[in-house]
């Protein structure tokens, strides 16, 4: 999947990416998000997972997401 920013000018898609001809296209408004509180307790969850990766100790998605709470 290859990502590219564009804009909407006089009601058509404008980028300056090139995709080739017939290329399928997902559009997704980007609007601005809520900004996330985190607490020193999340910061430092989130300085040691970083070291985790770096070090190699990873997981794969299908076990995060085991390992995740049901929303």
Do not use: C, N, W, Y
């Amino acid at each position: 999947m290859r990502t590219a920013r564009a804009k909407v000018i006089k009601g058509k898609v404008v980028t300056r990416a090139k995709f080739p001809e017939g290329t399928k296209l997902l559009i997704v408004v980007d609007e601005p998000q809520p900004e996330v509180e985190l607490d020193d307790e999340d910061v430092e969850a989130i300085r040691r997972a970083r070291a985790s990766i770096r070090a190699g100790r990873k997981v794969s998605m299908d076990l995060l997401f085991k390992l995740l709470p049901e929303a």
